[in-house]
């Protein structure tokens, strides 16, 4: 599978596996299903891409055509992109109607998500039009070079959204002291972060206790950097269709 043949990835990095049977279920209206005992924070469309940040460079991996369907919840960020490219279409013969019903299929699908034990740090940023940015960056094993998620939209939008993900991810992690050994200092920094005290509108903001995201093969750590990102969705890679899944 290509790397990007799948949504569930930023460049090589790991944010998900194909076979992973927790990643983000839809239902029939490509709507985020949410686990047990999950509770739902918020819904917002936004601009999606995927980076990945070196010490000296950024290198935008990918980047969805249309704004995706952004769900927020207690325990992740998940993402779904349909468009009039990606909906349900018609057979050969063109008709769908009751009338002249014919062979339907499912067209690609994009969604991914990020769990609250993988973010490392924030970034927000403000463009002189009124857009906005949020960075939502993880390590990786073994290398320097970390996975980000961006989220664009109107500035206001984008600086309330980073506080919500600031405050879930934090209470996520002191909710969960079995998932990562947090010193005192790292847990009385998340207190702060989950407080309803506003944060920073822009620059950068740690998020301590998270665990790092894996490359998908040995051979990725060797791959080099692409000189433009691919386009998507990809139109040499044939759409899957599994309902239900988040593919």
Do not use: K, N
């Not at 927790?22 to 980076?51: F, K, M, S, W």
């Amino acid at each position: 599978m290509q790397e990007d043949a799948a949504p569930f990835f930023i460049g090589p990095h790991r944010f998900d596996a194909d076979d992973d049977r927790t990643r983000p279920l839809l239902d029939r209206r490509y709507a985020l299903l949410p686990e047990p005992g999950e509770q739902l924070l918020g819904q917002h469309r936004l601009l999606v891409a995927g980076h990945l940040l070196g010490p000296t460079d950024d290198l935008r991996s990918w980047a969805l055509p249309t704004p995706a369907a952004v769900t927020l919840t207690d325990r992740r960020l998940a993402y779904v992109c349909t468009g009039s490219e990606l909906s349900l279409v018609s057979g050969r013969d063109g008709r769908t109607d009751a009338r002249h019903r014919r062979p339907v299929r499912l067209s690609r699908l994009v969604s991914g998500q990020i769990r609250w034990q993988w973010p490392s740090r924030l970034e927000v940023s403000e463009g002189p039009d009124g857009t906005g940015e949020l960075r939502v960056v993880c390590d990786a094993l073994r290398t320097i070079r970390q996975p980000a998620l961006a989220l664009a939209g109107p500035a206001g939008l984008i600086a309330a959204l980073a506080q919500q993900v600031r405050r879930s991810v934090a209470a996520y992690r002191l909710a969960r002291p079995d998932l990562v050994d947090l010193s005192p200092p790292e847990r009385d920094t998340l207190v702060v972060r989950m407080g309803p005290a506003p944060g920073p509108t822009r620059g950068a903001l740690t998020l301590p206790g998270s665990l790092p995201v894996e490359f998908l093969s040995r051979d990725d750590y060797y791959r080099p950097a692409l000189a433009e990102p691919p386009a998507w969705p990809r139109q040499d890679v044939p759409a899957r269709d599994r309902p239900g899944s988040a593919c």
